[in-house]
Structure formats: structure tokens, C-alpha cells
């Protein structure tokens, strides 16, 4: 079999069509995934080999060897960034069939969204100052722990760079997915109502693609979490702005 570089070598204009093709690069995302889904599969969905890690460094690399801008590669990837809402939504259905549990847990979901959103501003931009950052980069990390299109329009109102934020939000998801079994472990924490919500609030969707693969409860609960996150946070960082001093 020829090497498909060696194949397009002597066509170079095979090459210029493909690398601005939309279908390309909708075609690599989805392999990309594919990928990574199978590595952490073999791994037995192993916490440290997070799916979404390697799609993203799978796609990193290939946007780094053929020298393809953001602009282009998203101009294919569009569509899947399009059925982000269609996914959020159907978290609705888990929500719905564990609707009675979490009406008779309301009150204390309440309190974890409450102390989890307060906390996950101020601690990330008290450490952002500590450390010297900079105003931008500090109005950049207050809305982390939020789904990314929330996350970019409050980091945009206080003054942050949004394309910053949207680094941060999934690399905050990223890590929050990847430590999320083991702290549970060492916390002793079993109930599957408390993991998701701590997922949910945390990490936001990445996190809650998590807890759906430990237990289903778990992924209705970080569902949840998710969205009153990001409609808490929207109400409580902009009154908190002027506390942090952004």
C-alpha cells in the first residue's frame, strides 16, 4: 500500500483542496473521536485517558503538520460545534427519569449550587492575584467552571479575552473528568447524586460525559449541575465583580 503523503507528494493540489475542504476537517474530528473513544475503551475507561484529551491532541497535531489556521479547521468543524446544543438538551433525559429524586434532594442542591459557584469564582481569581495575573487573564478564569458559550460572553463583560476563556473552560472540564474517580475514592464518596453534582458544578459538560460513564444518576446530576451553574454564575459573578476587583 502507498503512504498517502507519498500518494499526494507528486499532487500537491490534492493536498490545498483537502487541508480547505469543510469535510475535511469534519471528517478528522469525528475520526479523532472514534480514536479516542477506542484508547479509552482498551483502557477500561481508565480517569487518565480522557477522551476528549486525546481528540483534542490528535486534532492539535494534524492542524500542526499541515500548517492549518483555527479559522479553517473550525469552518468544517462547525456542525458538531452546532449539535453542542441539541446534546445539552438532551440531558433532559436522564433529568426526567430521575426527576423524583431530585425533587426530593431540591434543598440540598440548592446549597451545593450556591457554595460550589461562589467558590469556584473567588478561589480561581484570589489565585490569579496571588500569582500577579494580569486583569485580563484574572477576568479570563473567573467564569472557568461554566459551559463555554456562558463562559465567553462574562468573560467578554469583565473585560477578559474570550478565546482565552474557551482554553480554560475545557481544560478546567479536562481535569475535573480526569481526577474525578480518584478524589471521590479518597473522600469516600459513593452516592452517585453527589458525584454528579460535584462534576457538574466543576467541570461542566466534560465533567458530566464523565459521570454518565460511572453512573447514570451521577450524569442526570452533573447535568443538572451544569446548567444552573452557568444561569447562577451569570447572576452571581457580575454582582461579585466588584469584590474581586475586576
Keep these: 500500500m502507498i503512504p498517502i503523503p507519498a500518494l499526494l507528494a507528486p499532487h500537491p493540489e490534492v493536498w490545498?483542496?483537502?487541508?480547505?475542504?469543510?469535510?475535511?476537517?469534519?471528517?478528522?474530528?469525528?475520526?479523532?473521536?472514534?480514536?479516542?473513544?477506542h484508547i479509552s475503551v482498551a483502557f477500561n475507561r481508565h480517569p487518565a485517558v480522557n477522551l476528549v484529551a486525546l481528540a483534542t491532541i490528535f486534532i492539535i497535531v494534524a492542524l500542526k503538520a499541515t500548517g492549518t489556521n483555527y479559522e479553517t479547521y473550525f469552518a468544517g468543524a462547525q456542525f458538531i460545534h452546532f449539535l453542542l446544543g441539541p446534546a445539552t438538551v438532551a440531558l433532559a433525559v436522564p433529568l426526567y427519569r430521575n426527576f423524583e429524586r431530585v425533587?426530593?434532594?431540591?434543598?440540598?442542591?440548592?446549597?451545593?449550587?450556591?457554595?460550589?459557584?461562589?467558590?469556584?469564582?473567588?478561589?480561581?481569581?484570589?489565585?490569579?492575584?496571588?500569582?500577579?495575573?494580569?486583569?485580563?487573564?484574572?477576568?479570563?478564569?473567573?467564569?472557568?467552571s461554566v459551559t463555554s458559550p456562558i463562559a465567553m460572553g462574562l468573560s467578554e463583560r469583565l473585560g477578559g479575552a474570550p478565546f482565552l476563556t474557551t482554553a480554560l473552560v475545557m481544560a478546567t472540564g479536562i481535569f475535573g473528568a480526569m481526577i474525578l474517580s480518584p478524589l471521590m475514592k479518597l473522600l469516600r464518596i459513593k452516592d452517585p447524586a453527589a458525584?454528579?453534582?460535584?462534576?457538574?458544578?466543576?467541570?461542566?459538560?466534560?465533567?458530566?460525559?464523565?459521570?454518565?460513564?460511572?453512573?447514570?444518576?451521577?450524569?442526570?446530576?452533573?447535568?443538572?449541575?451544569?446548567?444552573?451553574?452557568?444561569?447562577?454564575?451569570?447572576?452571581?459573578?457580575?454582582?461579585l465583580q466588584p469584590w474581586l476587583g475586576l
Design 195 to 239: 458525584i454528579g453534582m460535584a462534576a457538574g458544578l466543576a467541570s461542566h459538560g466534560v465533567g458530566a460525559a464523565r459521570a454518565f460513564h460511572i453512573d447514570s444518576t451521577a450524569g442526570a446530576f452533573a447535568g443538572i449541575a451544569m446548567g444552573l451553574n452557568g444561569a447562577l454564575t451569570s447572576v452571581i459573578l457580575p454582582i
Design 16 to 37: 490545498v483542496y483537502l487541508s480547505t475542504s469543510p469535510l475535511s476537517w469534519l471528517t478528522l474530528t469525528l475520526l479523532a473521536f472514534i480514536v479516542a473513544d
Design 103 to 144: 425533587r426530593a434532594t431540591a434543598l440540598p442542591i440548592a446549597a451545593s449550587l450556591c457554595v460550589g459557584s461562589v467558590v469556584a469564582i473567588v478561589s480561581v481569581v484570589a489565585i490569579a492575584k496571588l500569582l500577579g495575573a494580569s486583569h485580563e487573564i484574572a477576568a479570563s478564569l473567573a467564569p472557568k
